[in-house]
């Protein structure tokens, strides 16, 4: 973790008391739910953080506490560094405030983790499903939805796969 | 069409009308713009000045549907649009064929999953079905002729019943 | 046998102004199946006469459900399935999550593998720019650019198609460095490309960069300014036309673009307020700087392996599995199995012609990836139209979409 990196690190460890860990280069930074949107404000306005550049969560299935991480990656155009924040979440009734009223990005990336994971963002102006087609029951990317694959069609479920093409006649 | 269904069994004259019916189908059929995802742009290609297929009578692509005859369906079907595509084909009059290009349209391609239909043919019938990924404009050309050798096939009694 | 849905507008309610449900103003489907919207993308249009009042996108017609596939397979298996989500980089995708596998494990690249990555990244930006330009003159009705933008595109789908034998879905940069070594006809082709090209960008800025036609209908329209695009996430040239200098070659380089000299060209660095004509113009002059970079770098190509020695991530070549034991067991290992991961995350981004391209990858000891997301510029790019197209009118907004440069593949992934 280099310079640039130990001043905005230890000012978010002293106001959140945050743990923070590093791979080869990179810091990620755990921030609790209730915090996320203050320490997000607080990068925005005193670090230079113009830029959301990703917003995503990420599954652990079988384990319930946190059973969800949402990642948000920041980038700084003035000093050219980068960071991310995770927020772990627990898997009945997930739930993080909003940020779009730091970052408008946040808007659209929202929905899309909310379609995708299930996860509620308090105070979103517009929580609809965003790539699903309406109506669609369940959240695609958790580990318990199936992937839905259709199986190879082999003798002995023939008519099974071809009940389904009931045009493929010619 | 109906004139058509009565001289269905008249000799000669039915045989030297279909021919006619048939070549005059095929040397101005009119393609509906209908490319989804990667495929299309092979098939833009294919349109374009290198790989020519105004040649085949494929003069101009149509995006209405009212006005074309032919529905090239270029790319993933995924299931939010599968009631878009079902309702573009309902709308498309009188003769009309269909042809799958690409993997994805004919048979779900790379993607086995939950979002897209595992071939075109689960909501419309094909006629033609082009491999590759994406294929080649030659491979479309190549679809395009045999089509066109389907439809100077087609004869009157068989037209009889409506699809 | 389809069925006409009763349409709903009460779900459209907080996005649509309260003028649409007394009947002062329309609203009009601009559907999923159109002419100018490039792919299938749904616009809802609140019209009041000609005048744009709202334009809200729906998006979502190509999901495709990427991301959960990755994870059911290896890692240098999902490869496969990253060229289908732009379709106009693909190369360039390739780059982005082979980079990112690279980074998770340790691998290195060699330097001649490198420089071959970027002559083909950059020969696939011209060719999406090509695109861009052609699918924007059709938008504006000026058909021939489209024909002669094709013409040149055949020559650079002919270099990819001498490397790896397909035109577009390459799967040609692998993780280690490429997949085999380029062909003798190579070198004389790209030189042959570099030698008529820069003729043929004056061929198109001669078409449409003075013509008062597209002048009257491009200047002034869709203006966005530095601080509303860096909000929304914009990147790529649709922020480089409104001032803002930000280019990840130049600011975190990769895969040694520090050493070929270009620049990058910005408009508007003082007003930073760009609009459909400056985005235009980003894109023609983007056209020579790759060209540059493409000939700097095919002169530098250093002699060596093109694949990284390190076995346990590399399969070995043929040649060596008759001979060697340990070979035939990497062999067996790598492409039943495939290679384990460490339990880590990474985030990594490269420069896609239409912006930042970003891949979060996540691991967790096995051969399957645990959570690959790719961070896709058009889908940032696609939420400022609202914002922009305010007050304009349906003409307007077709040309304003067309110079955002957005894929669909892109953004439903």
Redo the contacts between chains.
């Keep these: 973790m280099d310079k640039k990196h130990e001043k905005i690190v230890q000012a978010l460890q002293e106001k959140f008391s945050a743990t923070y860990e590093d791979f080869r280069d990179e810091v990620h930074v755990f921030i609790k739910a209730e915090q996320i949107v203050e320490a997000l404000t607080l990068l925005h306005d005193k670090y230079e953080f113009e830029l959301l550049s990703a917003l995503t969560a990420t599954d652990y299935y079988p384990q319930q506490t946190p059973r969800f991480h949402v990642v948000y990656q920041l980038s700084s155009l003035a000093k050219n560094i980068t960071l991310q924040l995770r927020v772990p979440v627990n898997g009945d009734q997930p739930k993080v405030p909003t940020a779009t009223r730091v970052y408008d990005t946040a808007n659209w990336r929202e929905r899309e983790v909310f379609d995708m994971f299930g996860i509620q963002f308090e105070g979103h102006p517009d929580p609809r499903r965003i790539l699903s087609p309406e109506g669609m029951e369940g959240h695609p990317l958790r580990k318990d939805f199936p992937l839905g694959y259709e199986e190879p069609q082999f003798t002995f479920n023939y008519d099974d796969i071809d009940l389904k093409k009931i045009y493929a006649k010619e | 069409m109906g004139v058509e269904q009565k001289l269905g069994d008249m000799g000669i004259v039915t045989t030297k009308l279909e021919e006619l019916v048939n070549w005059s189908r095929t040397n101005a059929m009119w393609p509906m713009?209908?490319?989804?995802?990667?495929c299309?742009?092979?098939m833009?290609?294919a349109q374009?000045?290198?790989y020519d297929m105004s040649r085949f009578g494929m003069e101009l692509m149509r995006?209405s549907p009212r006005q074309s005859d032919l529905m090239i369906v270029a790319?993933?079907v995924?299931?939010?649009?599968a009631?878009?595509v079902?309702?573009?084909y309902?709308q498309m009059p009188e003769p009309k064929w269909a042809i799958a290009m690409g993997d994805c349209a004919s048979c779900?391609g790379?993607?086995?999953?939950?979002?897209?239909l595992?071939?075109v043919?689960?909501?419309?019938?094909?006629?033609v079905y082009v491999a590759g990924?994406?294929p080649?404009p030659e491979a479309l050309i190549h679809g395009v002729v045999t089509l066109y050798e389907k439809v100077k096939g087609e004869k009157f009694k068989d037209l009889a019943v409506v699809k | 046998m389809a069925q006409i849905e009763e349409v709903n507008y009460e779900q459209y309610k907080h996005l649509v102004s309260e003028r649409a449900f007394t009947g002062e103003t329309m609203l009009l489907n601009m559907g999923p199946q159109h002419p100018s919207t490039h792919g299938v993308l749904r616009m809802l249009l609140e019209l009041d006469g000609e005048t744009v009042v709202n334009a809200i996108p729906d998006i979502g017609y190509l999901h495709t459900g990427i991301e959960k596939n990755m994870e059911a397979k290896t890692y240098l298996k999902a490869e496969v399935m990253t060229d289908r989500l732009d379709y106009m980089n693909t190369t360039g995708n390739n780059l982005a999550y082979c980079m990112a596998v690279e980074k998770l494990v340790g691998l290195d690249v060699p330097p001649r593998a490198q420089a071959i990555r970027v002559i083909l990244t950059e020969l696939q930006r011209i060719a999406s720019h090509l695109v861009f330009l052609g699918a924007f003159g059709l938008d504006l009705a000026a058909m021939s650019v489209f024909l002669y933008c094709f013409r040149e595109r055949e020559m650079i789908l002919d270099i990819l198609e001498l490397c790896s034998g397909q035109r577009m879905m390459t799967t040609y940069i692998r993780p280690g460095g490429v997949w085999r070594d380029v062909p003798e006809e190579f070198e004389p082709a790209v030189r042959n490309f570099i030698k008529i090209f820069p003729k043929r960008v004056d061929e198109y800025e001669a078409l449409l960069t003075k013509n008062p036609i597209l002048l009257d209908r491009l200047v002034g329209i869709g203006i966005l300014d530095a601080q509303t695009a860096l909000s929304h996430g914009v990147t790529g040239p649709t922020l480089r036309a409104s001032g803002v200098d930000w280019d990840l070659r130049k600011a975190r380089p990769y895969m040694g673009y520090e050493q070929y000299d270009f620049n990058v060209p910005v408009r508007n660095r003082d007003s930073r307020k760009g609009d459909t004509f400056d985005r235009y113009i980003v894109h023609i002059e983007e056209f020579r700087e790759s060209l540059k970079i493409v000939e700097q770098a095919l002169n530098k190509l250093p002699k060596g392996p093109v694949q990284s020695e390190n076995r346990k991530f590399v399969p070995p070549p043929r040649a060596e599995i008759g001979v060697s034991m340990e070979a035939l067991i990497h062999h067996f290992k790598l492409w039943t199995e495939g290679f384990p991961a460490p339990k880590a995350s990474i985030y990594s981004a490269v420069e896609s012609p239409r912006g930042e391209l970003g891949v979060y990858l996540e691991g967790d000891g096995g051969p399957k990836p645990h959570r690959v997301h790719m961070r896709t510029p058009s889908f940032d790019n696609l939420s400022v139209i609202n914002k922009i197209t305010q007050g304009h009118l349906v003409a307007d907004l077709v040309a304003i979409l067309a110079s955002i440069d957005i894929v669909l593949g892109d953004i439903d992934r």
Aim: hydrophobic share 45%; proline share 6%.
């Design positions: 713009l209908f490319g989804l995802a990667c299309a742009i092979e833009m290609a374009a000045s290198h995006a790319g993933r995924s299931r939010k649009m009631p878009v079902r309702r573009l309902d779900g790379v993607f086995n999953n939950y979002a897209i595992q071939g043919d689960e909501i419309i019938p094909v006629d990924c994406p080649r």
